[in-house]
Every structure is written in C-alpha cells, then in structure tokens.
C-alpha cells in the first residue's frame, strides 16, 4: 500500500451489510485485467490491513447502483414508464376532461306520422262517414243526381223513417230510362224480409240488368203464382227537374199499369214487381200496405221473391210481347 493512500475509517457491521446488499458483480461486469498491466508484486507485499477497503479490487468492480439511489428520471427509465412530471400533465388533462360538461344534442325532429289515426281524412275537412263520396257512381237505387261534390253522412238504416226516399232507374228498354223516387216506404210484412231501402248496398254493387217486361191478362195470373209477395213496398213518382220526354214516357207507363199490366224488372240481385194503386187485385196479390192505397192515383212498386223457377220461366216464355 502505498505512503500517501489515505487511511479509511474501518468497516462497521452496518457498512458490510450494506455492500452485501449491493448486486454482486457478474461475469458480465468484472472489467479483465490485461496481464502486462496486473501488479508486479509478490502476494504479500500489499495486503491490505483488516478493515481496509482494497481500493485496487474496486478499480476493477463496476458496482452498480441500488434503485433507491436512483433519481426518479432515471427510476422511469430503468421501468420502462413515465415520469412523475410526465404522469402529473397526463393526469391533469384527464380531471378537466371529466370535469367538463357534456355536450347536450338537441332533440331530434319528430317525424310527423302517416295518416295517424286521430287525423282528418282527405284535406281534413271531409267527414269519415263520406270519404269516399267521390267515387260512389251513380245506380239505380242512387240518390237522385248524387254527385262528387255531395257528401252527407249516411244515417243508420234503422233510424230512416218510413217516409225515406230512394232513386230508382226504370228501364223500359234500350232506349227508354224513366227516374223516379220511392216515397213512403213500408217494411214487410214478414220479419224476415228486408226494406226496400236495405237492398240499396247489395244493388250499388251489381251491375244494371235487363230492362223490364209488361205482363198482362192470364200471364199476370201466371207469373203472380210463381212469386211469392209481402215483401217491402212504396209509392213511385217522377223524379223532379226531368225534360218533357221523360214526363211523357212516366204517363205512359202509369197509364199502361191502370190497364191491369203489371211491370217486373230485377235490379241487381232484386226483383221488384210494379202496379198501379187501381188494380186493386194486384194491389192485395202482391201485399201492398193499405196506407199506400189510400193516398190516391200512384204507381206501387213491392220487392218480391221466386218462390217457383220452373213455374216463373214458362210464365216469362208463355207471356206475349206487349209493346211499349
């Protein structure tokens, strides 16, 4: 050892344990020590004093430094993570991120519906008893000159009073129509059967038939046997605001029915048996209210069924033409 090395304190026991903690030296870190530059001295020449630090062996020894010595920088790095300042802005950032507010969207549009059910039909004005006014087309069993600008409501067919009135088309032939109206409408005698004003739906959706057809003498005998009478009746007038072709053509048939003719035609699915109020043997034949009688001169009109097909053919086909 040298003169001039100065002379360290010995090593307590604390300081030992101290250095056996430290990472003992590895392979790794042991620098080698050239063999031109090893001490030229015998093995006893420079043997430290006990106690003494060999300062030679720790020239040699890279001692690597206890985590705690570390500064915090050097600590991040040696972890493989950030540093407390790094951590501290990171974390800052974070708490006003949570503590800003939410942005409130505004609601979104409702979307209106597609005919809700509380809406208005048409253009909100049109009733929902008429909506479909526009396109009823005229029948025979229509209201007279009922157009699609019309649209009453239609009332419960057992509220109408006997008194209701119904447009009917008469059809004497190609060429002949005559419109008249039913007034004073009377139910049937038989429960069962329905009111003249009750056919109307089942007639709006046949198409018009053939015209009618005159019977007279024995092939009104005939034909009355093959149908069975009672049902609903009413009385028959010209419809208003005619010309003076239709007028004359609605005399001629009234005057044809006083001659003891009877007229049937079928509508629809209905056939409807027509006689003046003077015949009064069709009149009782084909069960006509007495009510109807009483009011004078008129055209009747009763529904009727056939009660015998074959019997109602041959008395159609046995019937001779009448003229109109």
């Known amino acids: 050892?040298?003169?001039?090395?100065?002379?360290?304190?010995?090593?307590?026991?604390?300081?030992?344990d101290r250095l056996a903690a430290l990472n003992q030296p590895t392979a790794g870190t042991l620098a080698p020590i050239p063999a031109g530059d090893a001490p030229n001295h015998d093995e006893t020449s420079d043997r430290d004093a006990e106690g003494e630090v060999d300062h030679d062996f720790?020239?040699?020894?890279?001692?690597?430094?206890?985590?705690?010595?570390?500064?915090?920088?050097?600590?991040?790095?040696?972890?493989?993570?950030?540093?407390?300042?790094?951590?501290?802005?990171?974390?800052?950032?974070?708490?006003?991120?949570?503590?800003?507010?939410?942005?409130?969207?505004?609601?979104?549009?409702k979307e209106p519906l597609i005919n809700p059910i509380d809406a208005p039909l048409g253009n909100g004005n049109a009733r929902s008893s008429s909506s479909f006014a526009a396109w009823k087309k005229y029948t025979i069993f229509d209201k007279p000159f009922a157009g699609p600008s019309e649209q009453s409501p239609?009332?419960?067919?057992?509220?109408?009073?006997?008194?209701?009135?119904?447009?009917?088309?008469?059809l004497?032939?190609?060429?002949?129509?005559?419109?008249?109206?039913?007034?004073?409408?009377h139910p049937s005698t038989n429960s069962t059967r329905k009111r003249l004003d009750e056919v109307t739906a089942?007639?709006?959706?046949?198409?018009?038939?053939?015209p009618g057809k005159f019977y007279k003498g024995q092939a009104v005998a005939d034909v009355i046997k093959a149908l069975i009478c009672g049902g609903s009746n009413a009385r028959v007038v010209l419809q208003e605001g005619v010309d003076a072709n239709v007028k004359e053509?609605?005399?001629?048939?009234?005057?044809?029915?006083?001659?003891?003719?009877?007229?049937?035609?079928?509508?629809g699915s209905q056939v409807l048996a027509f006689c003046s109020s003077?015949?009064?043997?069709?009149?009782?034949?084909?069960?006509?209210?007495?009510?109807?009688?009483?009011?004078?001169?008129?055209?009747?009109?009763?529904?009727?069924?056939?009660?015998?097909?074959?019997?109602?053919?041959?008395?159609?086909?046995?019937?001779k033409d009448e003229p109109w």
């Open 278 to 319: 003077e015949s009064s043997e069709l009149v009782a034949k084909l069960g006509a209210s007495p009510n109807l009688v009483g009011l004078g001169e008129n055209v009747l009109v009763s529904e009727v069924l056939i009660g015998d097909d074959s019997a109602y053919i041959d008395a159609i086909m046995n019937a």
């Open 202 to 210: 089942e007639v709006q959706s046949m198409s018009q038939g053939a």
């Open 58 to 109: 720790l020239d040699y020894v890279d001692v690597a430094k206890p985590p705690s010595t570390l500064v915090p920088e050097a600590k991040a790095e040696a972890h493989g993570s950030i540093s407390l300042d790094q951590a501290a802005n990171e974390f800052e950032s974070l708490k006003v991120m949570l503590e800003e507010p939410e942005p409130v969207l505004p609601p979104a549009p």
């Open 154 to 170: 239609i009332s419960p067919l057992a509220e109408q009073p006997e008194t209701a009135s119904l447009a009917l088309l008469i």
């Open 249 to 267: 053509s609605f005399d001629r048939f009234n005057s044809r029915l006083k001659d003891g003719s009877l007229f049937v035609a079928v509508f």
């Open 172 to 185: 004497i032939n190609a060429s002949v129509r005559i419109p008249v109206i039913l007034k004073d409408i």
């Open 1 to 16: 050892m040298a003169v001039d090395d100065q002379i360290l304190p010995p090593l307590t026991n604390e300081d030992l």
